[in-house]
């Protein structure tokens, strides 16, 4: 897929969009029956969240399926009210382990990065690979107690396939951190989807407006 792809699939969605405090929430409804929900920093334009659900199934409504931002999350009334679509209000968490390992994703202005919590071995002990025959970044550990496949969707919608060039790792806490420096390519594409939501039309959500019209 090349991103012009990707913007094309954008642009014939039926969106709906509003501002809830410091954050801008976007809907996406597909033709092919998908949908998409994103969450945007108001203040850096950087997409905090990002979850699909698949196409209806025979048997209710299939589960929000996260691909960025914080695993244990709902995502509750998207875009407040019910007017756009009453499925968009259903909630969605995902319950792990307290101690198995916990994969979460974030993006910022330069980079795409990933951690990997509750990972008690030293650093020397991972093995961070970028493998494009896979189109994924894989983790290993040389104890053999740890395996992932990392998906980057981002680079699949450029049509780019992971360098190990841009990969760096660091690990504290229990936590590994993986890094991954974002292509200039995808940061055109990232700007040219900013400039597509411009054009969408924004609701406020008033009982947080009301709410801090009310606390001054």
């Given at each position: 897929?090349?991103?012009?792809?990707?913007?094309?699939?954008?642009?014939?969605?039926?969106?709906?969009?509003?501002?809830?405090?410091?954050?801008?929430?976007?809907?996406?409804?597909?033709?092919?029956?998908?949908?998409?929900?994103?969450?945007?920093?108001?203040?850096?334009?950087?997409?905090?969240?990002?979850?699909?659900?698949?196409?209806?199934?025979?048997?209710?409504?299939?589960?929000?399926?996260?691909?960025l931002g914080e695993t244990s999350r709902q995502?509750?009334?998207?875009?407040?009210?019910?007017?756009?679509?009453?499925?968009?209000?259903?909630?969605?968490?995902?319950?792990?382990?307290?101690?198995?390992?916990?994969?979460?994703?974030?993006?910022?202005?330069?980079?795409?990065?990933?951690?990997?919590?509750?990972?008690?071995?030293?650093?020397?002990?991972?093995?961070?690979?970028?493998?494009?025959?896979?189109?994924?970044?894989?983790?290993?550990?040389?104890?053999?107690?740890?395996?992932?496949?990392?998906?980057?969707?981002?680079?699949?919608?450029?049509?780019?396939?992971?360098?190990?060039?841009?990969?760096s790792i660091h690990h504290q806490y229990n936590t590994l951190?993986?890094?991954?420096?974002?292509?200039?390519?995808?940061?055109?594409?990232?700007?040219?989807?900013?400039?597509?939501?411009?054009?969408?039309?924004?609701?406020?959500?008033?009982?947080?407006?009301?709410?801090?019209?009310?606390?001054?």
């Amino acid at each position: 897929m090349s991103y012009e792809s990707w913007l094309n699939y954008l642009r014939c969605a039926e969106k709906h969009s509003m501002i809830s405090g410091r954050c801008r929430k976007i809907h996406y409804k597909f033709p092919d029956g998908q949908q998409m929900a994103e969450e945007y920093s108001m203040d850096t334009g950087i997409v905090q969240r990002r979850a699909w659900r698949k196409c209806k199934q025979l048997m209710g409504e299939p589960e929000w399926e996260i691909e960025l931002g914080e695993t244990s999350r709902q995502i509750n009334q998207c875009l407040g009210g019910g007017d756009a679509d009453s499925s968009i209000n259903n909630d969605f968490t995902l319950v792990e382990s307290n101690t198995a390992p916990a994969l979460t994703k974030r993006i910022t202005k330069k980079n795409i990065e990933w951690r990997i919590r509750n990972l008690p071995y030293p650093v020397d002990v991972y093995q961070v690979t970028a493998e494009p025959d896979k189109r994924a970044i894989v983790v290993r550990t040389t104890n053999k107690k740890y395996y992932k496949v990392i998906t980057v969707p981002e680079l699949d919608r450029c049509n780019l396939l992971p360098s190990q060039s841009n990969i760096s790792i660091h690990h504290q806490y229990n936590t590994l951190i993986i890094t991954y420096s974002k292509p200039l390519l995808l940061n055109e594409m990232e700007a040219q989807v900013l400039l597509l939501l411009k054009d969408v039309e924004t609701e406020t959500d008033m009982e947080v407006l009301l709410q801090g019209l009310l606390a001054k």
